[in-house]
């Protein structure tokens, strides 16, 4: 498995994913499901992926392919040329799809899981910030106001502190707190997903991404995090009423 | 789905589950999954079930029956005479494997999941307090103070608290605030899991149920301690050093 959150503030966009893939879990590796794209002062295109890594790398290396083509052919277009974001997120669909059906039917006599999803964020010169969840059959939907945050991967034991802190104004240093403590309750409950981490800022309307840092399992910042929210964490639950 | 949760401690045992069922999200109905037995001074034994409710509910019935078979025939092992828990486990998964047997057929024909588990837990006289996991095959695996909980149903969400807080040595009722803050994060999450709420307490060595009590709704104490801890988690977040 994999866990990656997105969170789209008023201030800009935070993302945070981890680095393992397994197939079984005799069989663990490395890869990195975060990829970055910048146009200096014109927009910036982060994408995370989870699911069968097969289908999402072959979605990653299209999308490349396409690039390198631009410079060829300028009619060709693009993740960075593209006139929207929401364009951006169509093409990861349709590029999804072309993949899933090169697949499909190898794969399905494999009985193999082709289920993939991306995370589609950034901001172009002149449009907002946009954050897209891209599903298996290159559908996909928008976060709002209502639902700032999108998790892939194994989300349900990092939802609860998202579904009880982050709201469309959260400042970007809390959100950024919040994806860690988010991770830091999956690494601890799930051995599916494990550090490194990549993690990544887009500042509303900086069209670069403002921050991009790996967290290495040594890195004594993460580290001197996630105990203290071990702390508070024990502390707010000895400091409760005993109700019952 | 549904969600429960056994902690087995030096001074006894906390269970507590939800009581929704659903087939599909426009199918929601309730059932109490907690069922509980007593011989004043002899033995208490609970068991909370999760998955397939035909399943389930057909384990149960056989459990059942067999008890009122016992008062015509005392040759007739049940739950209430068996001479350990062990032996009460390995009933429940006998018991599980017959009713498997005889759907497995028509409900594969249909594609349906037979996926059901069951937590087993209580004490006789003579015995310690014991807390079993069954599985669909019948086969079991025992609580130890290593791994100090079992949780089935929809697990994740309320997992890391209890990772964090939980020790054989944890007071009964600190443990009962965690059983509840642990459910606490799944309703907030989760929407197959609801309200109301069966709680059961077994002190050890009292061999019986020492506290019994349905969560309804609109409980002021259990509101009261979910607003509490939604605060306690709140601060403890926003207290949190400003590190990356």
Redesign the interface.
């Known amino acids: 498995m994999t866990y990656c959150v997105a969170i789209k503030l008023d201030a800009g966009l935070v993302l945070l994913s981890d680095t393992r893939t397994n197939a079984g879990l005799d069989n663990i590796s490395r890869y990195g499901k975060m990829h970055s794209w910048e146009v200096p002062d014109e927009r910036a295109v982060v994408l995370m992926t989870a699911g069968n890594l097969s289908i999402t790398q072959g979605v990653i290396t299209r999308l490349e392919k396409r690039i390198e083509m631009a410079a060829i052919d300028p009619e060709c277009e693009t993740i960075l040329n593209a006139d929207s974001l929401f364009r951006v997120a169509q093409m990861v669909g349709e590029t999804m799809r072309d993949v899933q059906e090169r697949h499909r039917e190898g794969m399905e006599a494999q009985g193999a899981s082709f289920d993939a999803t991306v995370l589609v964020a950034g901001q172009r010169k002149g449009g907002s910030t946009r954050l897209f969840l891209v599903y298996s059959a290159g559908n996909f939907i928008e976060a709002t106001r209502d639902t700032p945050f999108f998790q892939i991967g194994?989300h349900?034991?990092g939802?609860?502190?998202l579904?009880?802190?982050i709201t469309p104004d959260t400042p970007l240093?809390?959100a950024?707190?919040?994806a860690?403590?988010s991770m830091d309750?999956t690494l601890?409950?799930?051995l599916s997903v494990g550090m490194p981490l990549d993690?990544a800022i887009i500042e509303t309307d900086a069209l670069k991404i403002t921050e991009r840092?790996r967290i290495e399992p040594d890195d004594k910042?993460?580290e001197?995090?996630s105990d203290?929210?071990?702390k508070?964490?024990?502390?707010?639950?000895?400091?409760?009423?005993?109700?019952?």
């Open positions: 194994e349900k034991y939802k609860p502190i579904d009880r802190v240093e809390k950024k707190l919040a860690c403590v309750s601890r409950s799930n993690l840092r910042d993460f001197r995090l203290a929210w071990s508070a964490l024990n502390s707010a639950f000895h400091d409760l009423p005993h109700i019952f």
